[in-house]
Structures are given as structure tokens and as C-alpha cells.
């Protein structure tokens, strides 16, 4: 995110209830910067898409005023939002070819015909689809219509791009793909991008900015790396990539750092992070990247015994679940280079990791993911 830009969107104080009782969407704040991507991520029922839906226009706010460039439009219709929108199901008119398509919206703002010819051909080849024209959605490819929707919401110059879940029916190779076809047309326009997915890896690729939701609530707004090096709550900690927990108690505080009792005995050095005071019940976060399998000889800040229960080999390095302190889903990675003789499933091992990789957050218990 570069600094010094203006917002182009934002939520002030927003709420919405469908049913006049329950807020799904629990006073949001948010700026969106010009030019930038951000992700709005979340487990189904979280809120991210009714707030997209909200921007568009397609549902009213209970509640607060939604900004586009400085202006109100609560009461604006959404053709009249100058707003490109991008769906899962990609929303293409069967009967049109894909110039036809790509025209559609040009027609509707009466651009002559020239001008509608060009931007059509600027933007097929801005989705490397340039001889595409004359052909119809159902002699495409999965890939190749999403990137007609991408270009359609394009071609009219929107001042925002709204995209819901656009990749998810595609298949793994073609979906990573598309994911950087976006990124980089992102950045080639310098259009503003929200994007909705529940899927972690897609926001972590894309985006300038990541908005975690759960429960109508933004837990955590950031950059793809603070969110996964400096998760601020439990909930955010396994939401966003791999993580080891560990139940404990707070035993001692010591400015940044506080002393935690496992549930099993093991005391456990880590950073205070959304804990306060002794006897908090907290929940250890650990990336398995940051744990070594450790010689005996090894000193540090947190010395742990594991039980080796599983290994996967993934070419790189080994994968290897342990039982640790009671957690029998522990794992760490191991280069496949390393440590290999002492890793045998049933040996104990010791594990070693610094106290600024490990983070003293709030429990599990009030975090929990929905289904």
C-alpha cells in the first residue's frame, strides 16, 4: 500500500440486519484506498459479502453511510455507482458473442461505435484474448470466460472494481493462474480492486491489504505478511495459514513477554500479545516453519518434547506431526536434509523456538470458526 493516497471507498459506522434483530454487519469502519487490492476474507457467514453486496448496491445499509469518492450513495442506484463487478458464475449473455458481450455496457453509456470498438479490442487484449470476439461463451474455456467477466467489468473505466468469489469454480492450476492474470492487470491499470474469497492462500497472493472478518466483525485489517508473521487474536492466528496452538496460563508478565503454563506443565516464554495479566487463560501461536528439531545439547528461550506420530515427505521437506504438550496435531517442517535419522514415527524429539516466533493471544474458545 503506498502512502498518501486518498480513500476512494468508505464504510462509516455501517451496520445490517435482514431480519430487523440480528446484525450481520457490526458498525464497520473501513477506508479503501485509491488504486489499491483489498482482499475482504472470511468463513462462510462472516459478513464479507453483504458488505461487497452493500457497496454495489444490490443490499441497503440498516444503518451508517457508505463513500465513494467523498460521496454519499446509500440512495444511489448501483448502474448509476460507475462500478465494475465481477461474479463467480460470470453473468455473460449466452446469446451475444464476446465482443457483443464486452459492448454491452459501452451501449448502455451510448459510446459511439468507434469508441466501442476500440476499447472492446484494448481490452481482449488486455485478457490476452485478442481473435476472441466473434466467439460465444459456450466455445470458451472456464478461464477464458472469467477472463470475458474480468474484461467486461473493465471496459467502461470503472473508478472500482468489485469482484465476488470470481475464481471459485475453476480448478486448482487454472484458478492460481487467473490469480496472477488479475494481479497483473491489477497493477498494469492501477484500477481499485475488492475482492470476496474465503480462501486464505488467493488473499494472500493478491492483495495489498487483507480485511479477516468473522462474526459481522473486521478482526484484523493489514498487509499479507503482518497478517500471517503478527496475527492480533486466535481467530486470525488459524485462520490465515498453518498454525500450532497451545492451551496454557498466564504465569508471569515481563514488559513484551509473559511466562505461560501449558495445560501439561511445560512453562513457555512468548510475546504478550492479547493477554494483560497472570492467571489469563491464553492461547500459544506458532508457525511450523518457525520450530527446529533441535539437538539435545540445545539451549533457548523454549525447549519442548514431541512425539513423532506422522511424516510426509513433499520433496523440499518432510512434514511431521507430533504429539506436543497434549496437541496431537503439532506439526513442523523439516528441510529433507535434516534430522532425518531421529525422524522415525514413535521417537521423541526435542523442539526448539524463540519466544519473539511465539504469540500469547486470547483462547480459542472465543474465536471459534463456523463451519
Known sequence: MVKNRQSIVKFDHVQKSYDGKTLVIKDLNLSIETGEFLTMLGPSGSGKTTCLMMLAGFEPATYGEIYLNNQPINRVAPHRRGIGMVFQNYALFPHMTV???????????????????????????????????????????????????????????????????????????????????????????????VYVTHDQSEALTMSNRIAVFNDGVIQQLATPDVLYEQPENAFVARFIGENNCLEGQVESVDGAYCQVRLETGESIRALKVKVDSEGEPTTLSLRPERVTVAPAETTGDNLVSGRVEELIYLGDHIRVRLTVAGNREFVVKVSNTQHRTSLSKGNQVQLAWAADDCRALDTLQDTSIPA
Open 99 to 193: 465482443a457483443e458481450n464486452l459492448a454491452f455496457p459501452l451501449r448502455v453509456r451510448k459510446l459511439s461505435n468507434s469508441e466501442t470498438e476500440a476499447r472492446v479490442e484494448r481490452v481482449l487484449d488486455m485478457v490476452q484474448l485478442s481473435g476472441f470476439g466473434s466467439r460465444r461463451p459456450a466455445q470458451l474455456s472456464g478461464g477464458q470466460r472469467q477472463r470475458v467477466a474480468v474484461a467486461r467489468a473493465l471496459v467502461f473505466e470503472p473508478v472500482l472494481v468489485l469482484m465476488d468469489e470470481p475464481l471459485g469454480a475453476l480448478d486448482k492450476n487454472l484458478r492460481e493462474e487467473m490469480q496472477f492474470e488479475i494481479k497483473r492487470i491489477h497493477e498494469d491499470l492501477g484500477v481499485t480492486v
